[in-house]
């Protein structure tokens, strides 16, 4: 994200991606009904795959109801993914002083949506972030806290109060990229790493910290971050292999960080560091469905509902083919958004109606071996 306009535009996500999180309980956009379908609770629990399956569920924003929550958990779970990843803003919790926690709404928002995930068998990867102006002093939540001991003790409580209903904690959003981490500095974040490695295992022995996954396959950011101290303070690597060319297959040859075939470098990198024991997640990845024009840039570039399902299925078999490291993989994101923004909005597993897109069926096809 290099230029300008691509700064620009992912500026649009993350205001619409704010929204979601600071509109609490108020009034939420108007939302399409669910197929009466989602309303059955599903509680088979799926055979188990090589690869733990997992998609982003942006169950903390305003735009969504119960009913939503409810037909999303469900379709997941009826085809076969194991995991949601679920953005959990610091802010939520905790926003008006240190050791005052919103019991009267924040608390008990979350409760809900981790007690919906968990009942449906669903484990939960929880990415901590967004730091509350009392702990910065800043208006922009994207800031680090000026005691890192601040975001300590909360992921600790957290971990604590949700031991049962979550399972890791990733540590921050890509916090190499300006647009999520201001500013995007390896040495500062492997400070807030380090700090918040023991208080999560405090709050929860049995809990995984994930590093925050990077933009990309960074391996460059990467290694400074262990340069300044980072190994040893994670239990699993995360990174967000999104395709540079944003319509290039998964085995596209490895160009640098913009591609999923870089992954290799990653696990040479932890290798030489000590860490090849280690897991790598794909917390974020994914394909766009949307028309290109002759102006789109490459970074935006959708393809059709069938190459986007072809693309997964072919991930899922290079991934576990070439990279043993890689054990989860969480596709962005569960459902179509509407945020406005074409290439974001349109990477669901599903439409914004709920029904299924092809690439649904190759999560159940790779994980359940039904309906390939």
Not at 15 to 40: D, E, M, Q, Y
Not at 157 to 168: D, E, G, H, I, L
Not at 205 to 212: D, L, S
Request: proline share 5%; charged share 15%; glycine share 8%.
């Amino acid at each position: 994200m290099r230029t300008t306009a691509r700064l620009a535009a992912a500026a649009v996500l993350v205001s619409a991606i704010l929204a979601g999180f600071l509109s609490g309980s108020s009034a939420h956009a108007a939302t399409i009904a669910p197929p009466a379908s989602c309303a059955t609770q599903v509680n088979a629990t799926p055979q188990r795959a090589k690869l733990a399956v997992g998609a982003q569920f942006h169950g903390t924003w305003a735009e969504l109801s119960d009913a939503d929550r409810v037909c999303i958990l469900n379709t997941l779970a009826a085809n076969g993914a194991t995991w949601v990843r679920l953005d959990l803003g610091w802010t939520t919790i905790q926003p008006n002083a240190r050791g005052q926690y919103d019991m009267a709404w924040g608390v008990p928002f979350v409760d809900k949506i981790v007690n919906m995930a968990h009942s449906r068998g669903l484990n939960v990867l929880a990415t901590f972030w967004q730091t509350p102006k009392w702990a910065s002093g800043s208006t922009n939540n994207h800031v680090l806290p000026t005691n890192l001991s601040d975001y300590a003790n909360a992921i600790k409580w957290a971990a604590n109060r949700w031991k049962t209903q979550v399972q890791a904690w990733e540590v921050w959003n890509e916090p190499n990229a300006s647009e999520f981490l201001s500013p995007p500095s390896a040495a500062n974040y492997t400070g807030l790493l380090k700090a918040a490695y023991p208080a999560v295992h405090a709050g929860n022995p049995n809990a995984k910290v994930v590093f925050g996954g990077t933009m990309f396959v960074d391996t460059d950011w990467i290694s400074a971050a262990y340069a300044a101290g980072a190994q040893g303070s994670f239990d699993v690597m995360g990174v967000h292999p999104y395709m540079g060319y944003a319509n290039y297959g998964p085995e596209a040859i490895d160009r640098g960080r913009e591609r999923m075939t870089h992954t290799a470098v990653l696990v040479d990198l932890m290798k030489a560091k000590g860490d090849s024991a280690k897991p790598i997640w794909f917390t974020e990845f994914g394909w766009s469905t949307h028309a290109n024009t002759a102006t789109t840039p490459v970074w935006y570039l959708g393809v059709d509902e069938a190459t986007q399902a072809d693309y997964l299925k072919r991930t899922l078999g290079m991934v576990q083919n070439r990279y043993a490291q890689v054990t989860n993989v969480f596709w962005y994101t569960s459902r179509d958004l509407a945020t406005g923004s074409i290439h974001p909005d349109n990477r669901g597993l599903m439409r914004r109606d709920f029904s299924p897109k092809p690439a649904l069926g190759a999560v159940r096809c790779y994980t359940l071996g039904t309906g390939c």
